[in-house]
T-cell receptor
Framework: SAVISQKPSRDICQRGTSLTIQCQVD?????MFWYRQQPGQSLTLIAT?????????ESGFVIDKFPISRPNLTFSTLTVSNMSPEDSSIYLC???????????FGSGTRLTVV | GENVEQHPSTLSVQEGDSAVIKCTYS??????FPWYKQELGKRPQLIID?????GEKKDQRIAVTLNKTAKHFSLHITETQPEDSAVYFC??????????FGRGTSLIVHP
């Protein structure tokens, strides 16, 4: 399975600022996703990161708040913009090779907004 | 879209007992069903998966069964150990390759 490096692992940010989270994979992958996980909750899909085009966002998530880049098949970033305390959560990237599924998760970014 | 229901939300067992977690899905086009284990403070880890052309798959103490007609699948853990304590998530995947996750089951194994 793919090896994912996700950075930063945690951060404490001031409200109104932005944080960019990076996800680097050791091999090319077809699918890259960004999830949010509140403590004790399930995984909520924010968007699918598409290589070379705009991400596909799920209901309730918009590009202005969560801009995503995916310049190639091994790297993606998620930015949490104009943060508020409600954005405090764990953010995870996940990848899969289309023909093999086997979704793998990054180690997560624990974000606290104060 | 796909909807996945997972039960129970909490499961408490004695060490050595068996544990069963059940999930139902709504989209008959779903064809891949992974199970993830998430220990406290860690990332979800794939523990077993099953494809729609298979009814059962086993890996040591864990097994997954799939009933396509009834649209449900289950995770079975035998001879549970304290290190099995974690949150378990089921998921269903259809043609878009986007997984839909259940709400999770917190398994507690008492020594």
């Amino acid at each position: 399975s793919a090896v994912i490096s996700q950075k930063p692992s945690r951060d404490i940010c001031q409200r109104g600022t932005s944080l960019t989270i990076q996800c680097q994979v050791d091999s090319q992958v077809t699918m890259m996703f960004w999830y949010r996980q509140q403590p004790g909750q399930s995984l909520t899909l924010i968007a699918t990161a598409n290589q070379g085009s705009e991400a596909t966002y799920e209901s309730g998530f918009v590009i202005d708040k969560f801009p995503i880049s995916r310049p190639n098949l091994t790297f993606s970033t998620l930015t949490v913009s104009n943060m508020s305390p409600e954005d405090s959560s764990i953010y995870l990237c996940s990848v899969a090779r289309e023909t093999h599924y086997g979704y793998t998760f990054g180690s997560g970014t624990r974000l606290t907004v104060v | 879209g796909e909807n996945v229901e997972q039960h129970p939300s909490t499961l408490s067992v004695q060490e050595g007992d068996s544990a069963v977690i059940k999930c139902t899905y709504s989209d008959s086009a779903s064809n891949y069903f992974p199970w993830y284990k998430q220990e406290l403070g860690k990332r979800p880890q794939l523990i077993i998966d099953i494809r729609s052309n298979v009814g059962e798959k086993k890996d040591q103490r864990i097994a997954v069964t799939l009933n396509k007609t009834a649209k449900h699948f289950s995770l079975h853990i035998t001879e549970t150990q304290p290190e099995d304590s974690a949150v378990y998530f089921c998921a269903a995947v259809e043609g878009s390759y986007i997984p839909t996750f259940g709400r999770g089951t917190s398994l507690i194994v008492h020594p």
